[in-house]
């Protein structure tokens, strides 16, 4: 393991703990840092000053995408490469495709919202160097920690110690950088 | 007026103790506790009752299932007891009842959380498994009832060397998008809803091969607040798609029998008749599954009475709802004054052999269900679970006279002839029923049976404007 640090981790023990802590690096001035929770919080989105997710714009894309796809390939398949008569009815009608366009337009737009999650996240990504921290295994069970990147502009290994002890941190350490 | 003044306002006028809500969970003792009880039967040793109840369903599932599969796609579909005029038979009937369980899984999970219920938090990831598992065990009817099975390929708009395409202008197609959609769709929620339980299953893994298998599903989840916030949002997305495939995908198997010209099937109620058959059929499918595995995997707290009570009201819902398109469908047929439409509906009650259907679709559907009206059978578990396994058996009973009573005996009487069903579509049943059970069974004990993320967030400790949660003097500042 390298001596690079990633940067310093505290622990919090409730939500609204946390988010008065959140609230207070942010009014530090810190701009590289995040907040991890078992659950997500109420309000941590305000206090991380997160605008609306691209998630759901990377779900209607492939949504949409997905119907007009199916629209033409109905058409293509039904109207121009195989015609066939059924009934006497017309090759092409919008009503007909409908029911398969919408279907596969939910299938699109399912696909989207997964991956899009997945994506605008950077997962999967199979290590962490915050993953290596025993601390940090308890984030998933009861704990609510603060991590503020060695990256920020600010970060000074003494004085964002001090801030996370100030602010009612425990446990703060440092996080190696394993890349 | 200082915020605690307002707490104490806010407290003098609570509502009395016996109308306040019922707590999401029993004896709640803190976030530590809640991860340690709800992961403890995933961790934990394999019990007894799992291993009485998993062998059975696994024989089923591995013997008697392959059997009669192979035998049927290496002889034909006159193995079964389809013939004219009944071409359709079991194999429909079991089609659309799984289909039916599917449903109020999704409905569940999906309806209820864009309703903000938080009791669903308990009880939406045993929906979600059974909603997987049953459209499976659905897929397969039609795919093996084409005959040829090895041709179902034909289905998908593939370019091929015949320079065929299958014609979308039939809802026989529609079905076959439908129902993968269903399959997909349903899998994908079921797994991202995982992803952060996954995560906790990786974090208190003790052994190196539960580490490393929980690592790679949970794909590297932190639980930043940047990771929750777009999860929130795919969640939330992926809730109003199932939502849209609850309504969407028994309509389209309804289709399939309204566009059809037989008397019984020609009826615009149909779509909406065999949604909301689908979610009670799925409901009942709730109440044996809830009942029977709050106890066995010791999960009391979080699967309350208050919840049950509530999945026993919602399956009186669409109980009655089915009940009110059982009289109209039979009051159209008396209106419309078509003498086939009349035959059918007489004949369904009234004549030859499959009438025990009709009055089981009928005591069931529309008798039992109104026990649900008492509070006594609804805090009742072991009357909850006959009435989910009663239920079950009606909403079959219905779908066999939907598809067998209308066909045996259609316009033309030369055209009559009788339906029996054979041992291999008794073997076929037996055998899907048993791989859904394994399936779940596997599922129950393996994977993280309650959502753990959502249920830490909807107690009094996950919400940070709660005294509990950490909130000062009523609220955070």
């Known amino acids: 393991m390298s001596d690079k640090v990633y940067g310093l981790m505290a622990e919090f023990d409730s939500p609204g703990a946390v988010l008065r802590a959140a609230e207070q690096v942010r009014g530090a001035g810190y701009r590289r840092w995040d907040v991890f929770t078992p659950f997500p919080i109420h309000g941590l989105d305000q206090v991380m000053g997160y605008k609306n997710s691209l998630v759901g714009w990377v779900s209607l894309a492939l949504g949409a995408g997905a119907f007009f796809s199916v629209v033409g390939l109905i058409w293509y398949a039904n109207a121009y490469d195989n015609r066939f008569i059924v009934g006497g009815k017309p090759m092409f009608s919008p009503p007909m495709t409908f029911v398969p366009s919408y279907i596969l337009m939910i299938m699109g737009a399912a696909f989207g919202a997964l991956l899009g999650m997945l994506g605008i996240n950077q997962l999967p990504r199979l290590h962490h160097p915050l993953l290596a921290k025993k601390r940090f295994d308890l984030v998933t069970r009861d704990k609510f920690i603060i991590v503020i990147g060695a990256n920020d502009q600010k970060f000074c290994a003494t004085e964002t110690r001090k801030l996370l002890e100030a602010i009612g941190g425990a446990n703060v350490e440092i996080v190696e950088d394993c890349e | ?477």
């Not at chain 2, 309804?254 to 020609?266: K, P, R, S, Y």
Request: with cysteine; glycine share 10%; aromatic share 16%.
């Open chain 2, 1 to 477: 007026m200082s915020e605690l003044a307002n707490l104490e306002e806010l407290k003098r006028h609570a509502p009395p103790a016996d109308l306040r809500r019922a707590p999401v969970i029993e004896g709640n003792l803190g976030l530590g506790w809640l991860t340690d009880k709800l992961s403890a039967f995933a961790e934990g040793k394999v019990p007894l009752w799992w291993w009485i109840a998993f062998l059975p369903a696994a024989f089923a599932a591995t013997v008697i299932f392959p059997v009669c599969l192979f035998y049927q796609v290496f002889t034909g579909v006159g193995v079964w007891g389809n013939n004219h005029p009944d071409m359709w038979g079991w194999d429909i009937v079991n089609f659309i009842w799984w289909v039916g369980v599917a449903h109020a899984g999704t409905l569940i999970s999906a309806m209820l959380f864009l309703t903000r219920q938080h009791w669903r938090t308990t009880i939406g990831r045993m929906a979600e498994a059974m909603t997987v598992f049953a459209v499976a065990m659905a897929g397969l009817y039609p795919a093996i009832h084409v005959g040829r099975a090895w041709f179902d390929w034909f289905m998908f708009p593939i370019p091929n060397s015949n320079g065929m395409w299958p014609q979308f202008k039939s809802p026989l197609m529609w079905d076959v998008f439908a129902v993968n959609t269903y399959l997909m769709v349903s899998s994908l929620f079921w797994f991202m809803g995982m992803i952060p339980d996954f995560a906790v299953l990786r974090d208190r893994s003790t052994t190196r091969v539960r580490r490393v298998i929980f690592s790679f599903l949970a794909m590297g989840w932190t639980g930043s607040a940047w990771q929750w916030h777009n999860y929130e949002k795919a969640y939330v997305v992926l809730c109003g798609l199932c939502t849209l495939l609850v309504f969407t995908v028994s309509s389209i198997v309804g289709l399939d029998f309204c566009t059809a010209q037989i008397a019984g099937w020609h009826a615009t109620i149909f779509p909406l008749y065999f949604v909301i058959g689908a979610v009670f059929c799925g409901f009942g499918m709730m109440l044996v599954l809830l009942t029977s595995l709050r106890k066995l995997c010791g999960l009391e707290s979080f699967i309350t009475r208050s919840h049950i009570d509530k999945v026993a009201k919602l399956t009186l819902v669409s109980g009655l709802l089915i009940d009110y398109i059982y009289l109209m469908e039979i009051f159209i047929a008396w209106y419309s004054g078509d003498p086939y439409e009349r035959w059918v509906f007489g004949h369904r009650f009234f004549g030859h052999s499959y009438m025990v259907f009709g009055w089981m679709m009928i005591g069931i559907n529309v008798c039992v269900t109104q026990l649900l009206w008492f509070k006594k059978v609804r805090s009742n578990l072991a009357w909850l679970f006959v009435i989910g396994v009663l239920i079950n058996i009606g909403m079959w009973s219905e779908r066999f006279v939907i598809v067998v009573g209308s066909l045996y005996q259609d316009f033309l009487p030369a055209n009559w002839g009788v339906y029996h069903p054979t041992i291999w579509d008794v073997g076929l049943y037996v055998g899907t029923l048993g791989a859904f059970f394994m399936l779940y069974l596997l599922f129950v004990k393996f994977l993280p049976v309650i959502a753990i993320s959502e249920v830490k967030g909807a107690t009094p400790q996950g919400d940070p404007h709660h005294p509990l949660g950490g909130a000062k003097k009523g609220g955070h500042s």
